[in-house]
Structure formats: structure tokens, C-alpha cells
């Protein structure tokens, strides 16, 4: 009988950061429908949407087409609905947003629903 084979630390890492990932990418949906729910857009922009995600990566998102007065309650929500799921987020709203982000996010940023 063969003598079993354990993974190594890279795979154990490896099993490890795709798990949170997944997490990561499951946690992002959540909170996609808070935004949707409140009339907007949730778009991923960073780590998770442009690849170097890792074990101690936050989740950065931006909301979008959310009127100013309710932008802020909203972008709570959707922070704490990240939080819920273990992960620290920079939740953006568009007012809030430089122009060189801006162009950042329309250029990398992605919905959560092409995250794979």
C-alpha cells in the first residue's frame, strides 16, 4: 500500500486563498443587491476585480448611480454586508470618486457577476 500523499504548504496555500477568494467573490454578490436594491450599481475595482488578491487583501468597491442623499447609508450597508462575511472593504460612492479613479474603475472595474 502506498504511503498517503500530503499536500505541501504552496497547496495548502494555494487551497487556502482560492477559498477565500471564492468568499470573497460570494460576499461581493451580497452586497451587489444592496446596491441594486437601493436603485444602483456595485462595481469591483483593486485586488479581486484586477488579480494579487490575497490572504490580507481588502475588497474595494465603488457604488454607483446612487443619489447623493441616500449614498452614504447605502454605502454602510454595503460595507457592513462585506464586513458580515469577514472581509474589510473601501466602499466608495461616486461623488466621492478622483477623476484618475474614475477612469481606473471604467477601465479595470468589474461587475461581480464576471468575477469568476
Request: negative net charge.
Amino acid at each position: 500500500m502506498p504511503e498517503p500523499r500530503y499536500p505541501n504548504f504552496d497547496e495548502l496555500r494555494s487551497r487556502r486563498l482560492a477559498e477565500r477568494r471564492n468568499a470573497a467573490v460570494q460576499a461581493v454578490r451580497a452586497a451587489e443587491k444592496v446596491a441594486v436594491e437601493a436603485g444602483g450599481r456595485l462595481v469591483v475595482f483593486g485586488s479581486l476585480a484586477e488579480g494579487g488578491f490575497h490572504e490580507r487583501s481588502d475588497i474595494d468597491v465603488a457604488l454607483l448611480a446612487i443619489p447623493a442623499n441616500r449614498d452614504s447609508d447605502v454605502a454602510l450597508d454595503v460595507e457592513l454586508t462585506l464586513a458580515d462575511a469577514g472581509f474589510v472593504a473601501d466602499v466608495i460612492p461616486e461623488r466621492f470618486l478622483s477623476p484618475s479613479l474614475r477612469n481606473r474603475i471604467a477601465e479595470r472595474g468589474r461587475e461581480p457577476s464576471t468575477l469568476g
